[in-house]
């Protein structure tokens, strides 16, 4: 695994020269990038998450596009258009945004669902289907998507299918007062991003990417994702749980995670400390839970109190 530590190490220092005091968040990140995963980033308007994308795209050697969605815009806008060519008298097909290999969405949940609705095929196929005609995307592809919190104004709820189809969710917060005070200094001439080099190779990534695939994990640690998953799904506050599609998410997290911690096998330490990043984000609390405060976090720390732990005990409720 040292090579893996090797690539995820520069592309991590690269990050953070832009993005400060987040290596919590730009460990996830890389995360979601080395599990071929997509990754939704969601916060306040201001606090770095479409420099968090962007600080990503411009350390690896991929074609990067990025979109802006508004209330306004059409799934053709996304993902293509056939245009009637009068010269050779027939239709050629334009590639949209989402043909590209690092996509950043900005903003995703301020278009309308019809129009989030185009990621679906792309997101889990990796391929997009106009007119007839299925085009593949090229590797390594991954979606990194930023949305703001949906009380805020001209916002539309994702779609639970397009919610599941991202690996993970992150959030980034507010940073420290010395943290700020830094980037105040950081920015007083230029931004850092405009200075960020390229430090990782397409070819490097996905042969990382591979890498990551040969990870060991026990029977008993596969038990343990899926029991994990279970609870949410029969939890007295849950309205729809976590589907198998979750468990893969952590499943493969769990691998990268190890992977960056120098491990070719999977602890659950690792399973626990990934569960809310790969499974909140899927869960529908019950409307009664909700009046009661309760939200998909608390449920998933509630799972990993009363979920028994490979070579451990559980706590009786």
């Given at each position: 695994m040292q090579s893996v530590q090797a690539v995820a190490n520069r592309i991590i220092e690269n990050v953070q020269k832009v993005i400060l005091g987040k290596d919590h968040e730009v460990r996830m990140t890389l995360v979601a990038l080395l599990c071929e995963g997509h990754l939704l980033i969601e916060d306040v308007p201001g606090v770095g998450k479409t420099m968090l994308a962007r600080s990503f795209s411009r350390s690896i050697g991929c074609e990067y596009r990025r979109i802006q969605f508004t209330p306004d815009m059409l799934p053709?806008?996304?993902?293509?258009?056939?245009?009637?060519?009068?010269?050779?008298?027939?239709?050629?097909?334009r590639h949209g945004p989402i043909m590209a290999q690092i996509v950043l969405a900005d903003e995703i949940n301020r278009a309308t669902p019809k129009t989030q609705s185009a990621l679906l095929e792309a997101m889990e196929e990796r391929?997009?289907?106009?007119d007839g005609q299925t085009y593949e995307m090229a590797r390594p592809?991954?979606?990194?998507?930023?949305?703001?919190?949906?009380?805020?104004?001209?916002?539309?709820?994702?779609?639970e299918a397009q919610v599941d189809r991202f690996q993970m969710r992150i959030r980034l917060g507010y940073p420290a007062k010395s943290q700020e005070i830094e980037i105040l200094g950081k920015q007083a001439q230029a931004h850092p991003i405009d200075s960020l080099e390229q430090v990782v190779s397409a070819d490097e990534l996905m042969a990382t990417q591979a890498a990551i695939r040969e990870v060991y994990v026990d029977d008993a640690v596969k038990e343990y994702i899926v029991d994990l998953v279970t609870v949410t799904r029969d939890h007295p506050d849950v309205y729809l749980g976590a589907s198998p599609r979750g468990s893969l998410a952590l499943f493969r997290a769990g691998r990268a995670w190890a992977a960056l911690a120098g491990r070719d096998y999977v602890?659950?330490?690792?399973?626990?400390?990934?569960?809310?990043?790969?499974?909140a984000h899927r869960l529908i609390v019950s409307p009664s839970a909700r009046i009661k405060n309760v939200d998909a976090r608390q449920v998933i720390e509630d799972a990993l109190q009363h979920t028994p732990v490979p070579g451990s005990r559980v706590k009786t409720r």
């Open positions: 053709s806008d996304v993902t293509g258009v056939s245009v009637y060519n009068q010269k050779t008298q027939e239709f050629e097909f391929q997009v289907t106009v592809f991954l979606i990194l998507a930023t949305q703001n919190p949906i009380e805020y104004e001209g916002t539309f709820p994702l779609p602890l659950p330490d690792d399973i626990k400390l990934l569960a809310e990043a790969t499974l």
